[in-house]
């Protein structure tokens, strides 16, 4: 595939598929690592002088534009981390008339910010037309979007079909560096943790990370179904029976490949879920072999996180997507954050893979101490399915 290293873009005018779908609260960005994230990428093409025409969605806009999902308040943050006007073409169908304008007056080095590709219906079912439209402002399309990878939309995919001049960004070419290694060419031992609530969501990234790892941490709510299936009862806590068959097959799985299934031993307790979800709780722990009928497993306790960590530190290569309990707690978020320790102290080269697990080594402030946080949720989960993404695919193939 091509990079941007691969030219220098002076006087091109060029589109960069950027994924600025940040946390909002109020019309507030609350969380701008996303657009940190694209920075070298717009930074190397200001100083190459070209035309930098930045596009990205956000949210999930149903009815087509709607205020609150406005991109103008990324254009402001833009502005003042590149220290130059950001120019936000503010039109409802994206490519109009002040786009257009705001096109054909820029200069060598400026930078123009389109409006939500969303407000666009077209965008999500990939349709010609809006891809002809975004390609009609360029000469050259880079593809930076790694948190929209998985999606096939025109912004992301169908643009390519008319703009021959394609290449992917440095943010594009990190994660697929990091996570492509981690995942295909891991220095060993390697081991995966996953966590999250719901086993549904990882099936395939389980069966996909048997294949690869030589330890297979499963910690968060969808451990229960696991535990359920070797047998024991789990009280109130989460638990997907229509999964347990599949769980039988993918101990199974490890066993036939030899990969070491590491399950919870003891799991810290609530009688009730917390309500709101930071409320205080007490917490009672006990072995997963005698979870009582009336409580709910809410974390991994310490026999666990003594075991998790232990693994880490043998390992040479750690991925993890998922938290261990409910991390929004501040009380049952202990499993959650001796593991963000462990790979924290660990020698190892160490992957978040995006979503809820990345958010939580921020909010513990050991982001600096990780080799690597992936910028995708969706997409890395997806990645690490051994999926061919879209966005990834049509730059590869062109
Ligand atoms: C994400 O936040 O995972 C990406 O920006 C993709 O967003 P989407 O799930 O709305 O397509």
């Given at each position: 595939?091509?990079?941007?290293?691969?030219?220098?873009?002076?006087?091109?005018?060029?589109?960069?598929?950027?994924?600025?779908?940040v946390?909002?609260?109020?019309?507030?960005?609350t969380?701008e690592n996303?657009?940190?994230?694209?920075?070298?990428?717009?930074?190397?093409?200001?100083?190459?002088?070209a035309?930098?025409i930045?596009?990205?969605h956000?949210?999930?806009?149903k009815?087509g534009?709607?205020?609150k999902?406005?991109?103008?308040?990324?254009?402001v943050?833009?502005?003042?981390?590149?220290?130059?006007?950001?120019?936000?073409?503010?039109?409802?169908?994206?490519?109009?008339?002040?786009?257009?304008a705001?096109?054909a007056a820029?200069?060598?080095g400026?930078?123009?910010?389109?409006?939500?590709?969303r407000?666009?219906k077209?965008?999500?079912?990939?349709l010609?037309?809006?891809?002809q439209?975004?390609?009609?402002?360029?000469?050259?399309?880079?593809?930076?979007?790694?948190?929209?990878?998985?999606?096939?939309?025109c912004?992301?995919?169908?643009v390519?079909?008319?703009?021959?001049?394609?290449?992917?960004?440095?943010?594009?070419?990190?994660?697929?560096?990091?996570?492509?290694?981690?995942?295909?060419?891991?220095v060993?031992?390697?081991?995966?943790?996953?966590?999250?609530?719901?086993?549904?969501d990882?099936?395939?990234?389980?069966?996909?990370?048997?294949?690869k790892?030589?330890?297979?941490?499963?910690g968060?709510?969808?451990?229960y179904?696991?535990?359920?299936?070797?047998?024991?009862?789990v009280?109130?806590s989460?638990?997907?029976?229509?999964?347990?068959d599949?769980?039988?097959?993918m101990?199974?799985?490890?066993?036939?490949k030899?990969?070491?299934?590491?399950?919870?031993?003891?799991?810290?307790?609530?009688e009730?879920?917390?309500?709101?979800?930071?409320?205080?709780?007490?917490?009672?722990?006990v072995?997963?072999?005698?979870?009582?009928a009336?409580?709910?497993?809410?974390?991994?306790?310490?026999?666990?996180?003594?075991?998790?960590?232990?693994?880490?530190?043998?390992?040479?290569?750690?991925?993890?997507n998922?938290?261990?309990?409910?991390?929004?707690?501040?009380?049952?978020?202990?499993?959650?954050?001796?593991?963000?320790?462990?790979?924290?102290?660990?020698?190892a080269?160490?992957?978040?893979?995006g979503?809820?697990?990345?958010?939580?080594?921020?909010q513990?402030g050991l982001?600096?101490?990780?080799?690597?946080?992936?910028?995708?949720g969706?997409?890395?989960?997806?990645?690490?399915?051994?999926?061919?993404?879209?966005?990834?695919?049509?730059?590869?193939n062109?």
């Amino acid at each position: 595939k091509k990079t941007i290293d691969d030219q220098n873009y002076c006087g091109k005018k060029v589109l960069v598929r950027c994924d600025f779908n940040v946390p909002m609260k109020d019309g507030v960005i609350t969380n701008e690592n996303r657009i940190n994230a694209a920075l070298p990428t717009i930074q190397k093409l200001v100083n190459d002088g070209a035309k930098v025409i930045l596009c990205s969605h956000l949210g999930k806009p149903k009815n087509g534009p709607e205020a609150k999902f406005s991109l103008a308040p990324v254009a402001v943050a833009l502005s003042a981390k590149l220290g130059k006007t950001v120019v936000f073409a503010d039109d409802d169908n994206v490519v109009g008339e002040n786009a257009k304008a705001a096109v054909a007056a820029m200069n060598n080095g400026d930078v123009v910010l389109l409006q939500n590709t969303r407000f666009r219906k077209e965008e999500t079912k990939n349709l010609p037309e809006f891809s002809q439209d975004l390609a009609s402002l360029a000469d050259a399309y880079v593809d930076d979007a790694f948190g929209s990878c998985h999606r096939a939309h025109c912004s992301t995919a169908g643009v390519t079909d008319y703009i021959k001049d394609t290449a992917v960004g440095y943010l594009m070419e990190k994660e697929i560096k990091y996570l492509g290694n981690a995942v295909n060419d891991p220095v060993r031992p390697f081991t995966a943790i996953l966590g999250g609530a719901k086993v549904a969501d990882k099936l395939n990234v389980i069966s996909n990370l048997l294949e690869k790892v030589d330890t297979l941490i499963i910690g968060g709510g969808m451990a229960y179904t696991f535990i359920k299936a070797q047998g024991y009862e789990v009280g109130k806590s989460l638990c997907d029976d229509s999964k347990l068959d599949y769980c039988k097959e993918m101990m199974a799985k490890a066993q036939e490949k030899g990969v070491k299934l590491l399950l919870p031993v003891d799991t810290a307790c609530v009688e009730n879920f917390p309500d709101p979800i930071d409320a205080p709780v007490e917490t009672t722990v006990v072995p997963v072999t005698a979870i009582p009928a009336d409580m709910e497993g809410c974390d991994i306790g310490p026999e666990t996180m003594k075991l998790f960590a232990d693994a880490v530190k043998a390992s040479k290569t750690v991925v993890w997507n998922g938290p261990m309990g409910v991390f929004e707690n501040p009380t049952l978020a202990a499993g959650t954050l001796a593991v963000a320790k462990a790979m924290a102290e660990s020698d190892a080269t160490t992957v978040i893979g995006g979503g809820d697990s990345a958010a939580a080594v921020q909010q513990m402030g050991l982001g600096d101490k990780m080799t690597h946080i992936s910028t995708g949720g969706g997409a890395s989960l997806e990645y690490l399915e051994g999926k061919e993404l879209p966005g990834i695919a049509v730059i590869q193939n062109a």
